[in-house]
């Protein structure tokens, strides 16, 4: 009972626009104090505020925020779109196909969906709107393609998911690479099905000679670098995440000082922005580990995971209900919150059911990545309309042919869980 | 008045967020020449553990909590604050304000107390360097009492403007509306 009124009470913080770590920190707390009274509730402040913090492996977080920036400062990713098109800009639907590696490729190193959008909207968006692109697939694959920020390694999400469920991080950062690919080429492959229908859609671009596509991808090749380091140390188990990541920023940190866009105030803005990122979510991880303690001394998980346990119904359709309400959340919840409030509840159920927790984590990433197209809050169609000045409505209808896509795509990761956990199952130093 | 306390906490907030900063490139420089002393000359340094997890990154997330918290970077879900009116935004700030204002103020005087009770008893960590353990915990409190003062001021603002009708302290931005979406997601 004392549980669904707390649950009550987080919800209503949540409607009435409180930040997510807060209400969560407020809800545990009122929690502890009616399950545990005084003494679990000031043992718990005590200790957790710090306890929270000083992990490790949290760093990972600010030192990929960091790296992002840095590599946005040194303006090395303006290229990358240009770079692209000028390699598939004659194939039809080239210049969607372009935006589609090119946030591939900046999600790469780029830990958040929204900043790679943006990245995105300022550079393809315009340059396929010139070439006379159906504005709204225009918009809709920019949206959507900046979302493979999240499931490439150096993504701020996947680490969240490892540090919530307690997984092995490196594996579960290499573990998205191969979905990611098939995300990028099922986007391609559903732009290139919308010109077929309707070859008005998307002109062809002007042919690049092969000495200014070679002079181009020589341009962005540092980008390809610190990919390179990040991932490649993580995979051969030379480095920990953690130590990738630093690396990562410092790499990033000398590109843009090559590219002599290093200024004291140019760094500690880009400082500042990966500081209050970091913050950020970090307050959300401190209210969900004080709502977790709650939660513990409550015993919800537990029955809930034994209750499940006695239906009557295939394991299967159990994730397909659970995926299913993951899309219908991040329609209008944030993705952090969404990680945070249910990660805690859903892992050991889908560990009770015999599932791999990093299998479920890069799945669950995919639909975090439908949540960032779908109405009425998906965040990415909001930047970009924003970017490109067209009604936000125009956007999400461009987004909804890659929203089916992905569906697909959902279908195809839960099938065959090999795609997910053959790469991790390869990695050096395991 | 109220303005006046507002920058002079602005002031606060810019010194603490500043050393924040710092905390973060140390920990990027730290963990780097860690990683070369191990690999290049086989002598990696035996404090970055506890330095970086128990100081630096306290350090980075205690400092900067009030500054994050005053340019509206803590995210939330304003799907239906869109809908309300500003009067029913200002209690919504106020109920937010005082739930947040109570969290914080109990963190500040525990952790003040842990501190202050490491310090007497001279408690250090149990490493390769006997750090003192009461500087780590003395962040706790330092960034949590700047919070509580943010959430304070925020709570008599938004009252006092709705009391007054006068706009004294604006209101956090709507999702999709202005810079919100852009500052204050990461996903």
């Given amino acids: 009972m004392t549980a669904i009124a707390i649950l009550g009470l987080l919800f209503v913080l949540l409607a009435i626009g409180t930040p997510v770590g807060f209400a969560m920190a407020f809800a545990g707390c009122v929690g502890l104090l009616a399950t545990g009274g005084t003494a679990a509730l000031f043992g718990?402040?005590?200790?957790?505020?710090?306890?929270?913090?000083?992990?490790?492996?949290?760093?990972?977080?600010?030192?990929?925020?960091?790296?992002?920036?840095?590599?946005?400062?040194?303006?090395?990713?303006?290229?990358?779109?240009?770079?692209?098109?000028?390699?598939?800009?004659?194939?039809?639907?080239?210049?969607g196909m372009a935006t589609a590696l090119a946030g591939a490729g900046f999600g790469a190193i780029c830990g958040t969906s929204t900043a790679s959008a943006a990245t995105l909207s300022s550079t393809s968006l315009p340059a396929m709107i010139r070439?006379?692109?159906?504005?709204?697939?225009?918009?809709?694959?920019?949206?959507?393609?900046?979302?493979?920020?999240?499931?490439?390694?150096?993504?701020?999400?996947?680490?969240?998911?490892?540090?919530?469920?307690?997984?092995?991080?490196?594996?579960?950062?290499?573990?998205?690479?191969?979905p990611a690919i098939l995300v990028t080429a099922t986007i391609m492959g559903t732009i290139y099905l919308l010109v077929m229908l309707d070859p008005s859609r998307a002109p062809r671009g002007a042919a690049v000679s092969w000495s200014e596509r070679l002079r181009l991808l020589w341009q962005v090749s540092p980008m390809v670098f610190l990919f390179g380091v990040v991932t490649g140390t993580i995979y051969l188990g030379i480095a920990t995440p953690t130590e990738a990541s630093a690396f990562g920023a410092f790499g990033a940190l000398l590109l843009a000082a090559a590219k002599r866009k290093l200024t004291p105030a140019s760094l500690y803005k880009t400082l500042l922005r990966a500081t209050h990122g970091t913050c950020m979510i970090t307050m959300i991880l401190l209210g969900a580990s004080i709502f977790g303690y709650f939660f513990t001394l409550s015993h919800v998980t537990q029955d809930l995971v034994a209750y499940v346990g006695t239906l009557p119904v295939s394991r299967w359709i159990i994730v397909a209900l659970l995926l299913a309400g993951y899309i219908v959340l991040g329609s209008f919840m944030d993705q952090i919150a969404i990680l945070v409030l249910t990660?805690?509840?859903?892992?050991?159920?889908?560990?009770?059911?015999g599932f791999d927790p990093i299998w479920f984590g890069v799945i669950k990433i995919v639909t975090a990545?439908?949540?960032?197209?779908?109405?009425?809050?998906?965040?990415?169609?909001?930047?970009?309309?924003?970017?490109?000045?067209?009604?936000?409505?125009?956007?999400?209808?461009?987004?909804f042919p890659h929203f089916i896509a992905h569906l697909i795509a959902i279908a195809i990761l839960v099938a065959f869980p090999e795609i997910i956990l053959w790469l991790p199952s390869h990695m050096g130093g395991h | 008045m109220i303005r006046r306390l507002e920058s002079a906490l602005s002031v606060i907030e810019r010194v603490v967020t500043s050393i924040a900063v710092a905390c973060l490139f140390a920990i990027m420089l730290i963990?780097?020449?860690?990683?070369?002393?191990?690999?290049?000359?086989?002598?990696?340094?035996?404090?970055?553990?506890?330095?970086?997890?128990?100081y630096l990154m306290a350090g980075l997330f205690y400092l900067a909590l009030s500054q994050t918290y005053a340019i509206h970077a803590h995210v939330s879900v304003d799907i239906l604050v869109h809908r309300f009116s500003v009067p029913v935004r200002r209690i919504c700030e106020i109920i937010t304000s005082l739930c947040g204002a109570a969290v914080f103020a109990l963190i500040t005087w525990l952790g003040l107390n842990r501190a202050i009770e490491s310090f007497m008893s001279g408690d250090v960590l149990a490493g390769a360097i006997p750090w003192p353990s009461w500087a780590s915990a003395a962040l706790v409190p330092l960034g949590c009492a700047v919070l509580t003062l943010r959430l304070l001021l925020q709570l008599v603002a938004h009252g006092l403007s709705l009391a007054s009708g006068r706009d004294l302290i604006a209101l956090p931005p709507l999702s999709g509306t202005g810079t919100a979406a852009q500052e204050s997601n990461f996903e």
Avoid: H
């Fill in chain 1, 131 to 178: 070439q006379g692109y159906e504005p709204k697939m225009a918009a809709g694959v920019v949206a959507i393609s900046g979302t493979l920020a999240m499931l490439l390694p150096t993504s701020v999400a996947l680490v969240l998911f490892g540090l919530l469920a307690e997984v092995n991080i490196g594996q579960l950062l290499i573990s998205g690479i191969i």
């Fill in chain 1, 343 to 353: 990660v805690p509840i859903v892992l050991p159920l889908i560990k009770s059911l």
């Fill in chain 2, 31 to 54: 963990v780097v020449a860690d990683v070369f002393m191990r690999y290049v000359v086989n002598r990696p340094f035996s404090f970055t553990y506890d330095l970086v997890g128990l």
């Fill in chain 1, 369 to 399: 990545e439908v949540g960032m197209i779908t109405p009425p809050v998906g965040l990415n169609c909001f930047i970009v309309a924003r970017y490109a000045g067209r009604p936000v409505g125009e956007v999400f209808q461009g987004t």
């Fill in chain 1, 44 to 95: 718990i402040l005590q200790t957790t505020p710090l306890s929270t913090v000083s992990s490790y492996e949290l760093i990972t977080i600010p030192m990929f925020l960091l790296m992002a920036d840095l590599v946005l400062l040194s303006g090395v990713a303006d290229d990358l779109f240009k770079t692209a098109s000028a390699w598939v800009g004659r194939i039809p639907g080239g210049l």
